[in-house]
């Protein structure tokens, strides 16, 4: 690692953060400590920080506003790579060109700002473009697969191309970049439709009053912990019905607002918030007989 680092600081890749916790850096709060993350000033630096990594066989992860993902409370060994400096914007009518690092949110306000629609739902999901593509992030029966039309991509043999979205594969909470991680989404290339400012700030706003309502903001969370399965109640229901609403493991609680969102309440660890979702995903199995999905990533707990 320091022969590794020393020489991505000598060429000049980016700021590199050494020995940090990982509460920082996730909206659980929780987490052990990383090496290192590493933030490539450009594409361009991108490509030489992921040539570097494989000359000295090492392993790395994107991370990104952290909104999730679940570390162990172990020390990460792998190198972390924040794409936060690929923060680039433009509007052409209706096509937008944005860098991974772009704050999704940000990015449905300044199309609201534009009367542009189709962004509506990502208005409250707190992970930046890049990810919301790797995960098709969504809400209100749309995701990112309805408005992306390409990305540019980095591909495991350092070659920068442009996938279009019939090639991404998006489904429902799933894409072409999560069986194929060592793809780096870079860039992408949205398109959406001409509307009217006021409505649409009125749909997102009324949308921002109800998860103040009905969501528990005020404590750290990852959101919706479970997908909902097909042809049955929402995972938050079935949740709420077996009586686990406020069930504690440790300092991790199931919301007593909404079931299907596990909060971070009284200094929890990764590993009291990580028994929880089992515990819960183990009683919705026993007393409905289906395995609630995960919508949350688990690292390093191998």
């Given at each position: 690692?320091?022969?590794?680092?020393?020489?991505?600081?000598?060429?000049?890749?980016?700021?590199?953060?050494?020995?940090?916790?990982?509460?920082?850096?996730?909206?659980?709060?929780?987490?052990?400590?990383?090496?290192?993350?590493?933030?490539?000033?450009?594409?361009?630096?991108?490509?030489?920080?992921?040539?570097?990594?494989?000359?000295?066989?090492?392993?790395?992860?994107?991370?990104?506003?952290?909104?999730?993902?679940?570390?162990?409370?172990?020390?990460?060994?792998?190198?972390?790579?924040?794409?936060?400096?690929?923060?680039?914007?433009?509007?052409?009518?209706?096509?937008?060109?944005?860098?991974?690092?772009?704050?999704?949110?940000?990015?449905?306000?300044?199309?609201?700002?534009?009367?542009?629609?189709?962004?509506?739902?990502?208005?409250?999901?707190?992970?930046?473009?890049?990810?919301?593509?790797?995960?098709?992030?969504?809400?209100?029966?749309?995701?990112?697969?309805?408005?992306?039309?390409?990305?540019?991509?980095?591909?495991?043999?350092?070659?920068?191309?442009?996938?279009?979205?019939?090639?991404?594969?998006?489904?429902?909470?799933?894409?072409?970049?999560?069986?194929?991680?060592?793809?780096?989404?870079?860039?992408?290339?949205?398109?959406?439709?001409?509307?009217?400012?006021?409505?649409?700030?009125?749909?997102?706003?009324?949308?921002?009053?109800?998860?103040?309502?009905?969501?528990?903001?005020?404590?750290?969370?990852?959101?919706?912990?479970?997908?909902?399965?097909?042809?049955?109640?929402?995972?938050?229901?079935?949740?709420?019905?077996?009586?686990?609403?406020?069930?504690?493991?440790?300092?991790?609680?199931?919301?007593?607002?909404?079931?299907?969102?596990?909060?971070?309440?009284?200094?929890?660890?990764?590993?009291?918030i990580k028994s929880l979702i089992e515990?819960?995903?183990?009683?919705?199995?026993?007393?409905?007989?289906?395995?609630?999905?995960?919508?949350?990533?688990?690292?390093?707990?191998?």
């Open positions: 690692m320091k022969e590794f680092l020393e020489e991505v600081s000598k060429q000049g890749i980016g700021k590199i953060e050494q020995d940090v916790s990982l509460a920082r850096y996730t909206t659980y709060h929780v987490g052990g400590t990383a090496r290192c993350i590493i933030y490539p000033k450009n594409i361009e630096k991108v490509v030489e920080l992921v040539r570097l990594i494989q000359k000295h066989q090492m392993e790395y992860k994107i991370l990104g506003n952290g909104s999730n993902l679940l570390f162990s409370d172990r020390v990460y060994e792998k190198v972390l790579i924040n794409l936060s400096n690929l923060n680039h914007i433009s509007f052409i009518d209706n096509k937008i060109i944005v860098g991974a690092g772009y704050s999704l949110i940000r990015l449905a306000r300044d199309a609201m700002k534009r009367s542009l629609t189709g962004l509506e739902f990502a208005a409250g999901i707190p992970g930046t473009v890049g990810g919301a593509v790797f995960m098709n992030a969504g809400a209100y029966k749309s995701d990112m697969g309805y408005v992306v039309r390409s990305a540019k991509v980095l591909t495991p043999d350092l070659k920068v191309i442009e996938l279009a979205n019939s090639e991404m594969n998006f489904h429902y909470r799933s894409s072409f970049f999560q069986s194929h991680p060592n793809y780096i989404v870079l860039e992408v290339t949205m398109r959406l439709k001409h509307g009217k400012r006021r409505a649409i700030e009125e749909v997102m706003n009324e949308r921002k009053m109800r998860r103040r309502e009905s969501q528990p903001l005020d404590f750290p969370s990852a959101g919706s912990v479970f997908r909902n399965p097909v042809d049955m109640p929402a995972a938050g229901k079935l949740i709420e019905d077996i009586g686990l609403k406020g069930l504690y493991k440790g300092g991790a609680q199931v919301s007593d607002k909404h079931a299907n969102f596990i909060i971070n309440a009284k200094d929890a660890t990764a590993e009291d515990f819960v995903q183990d009683a919705v199995e026993e007393n409905y007989h289906i395995k609630l999905k995960v919508e949350q990533e688990f690292v390093n707990w191998e």
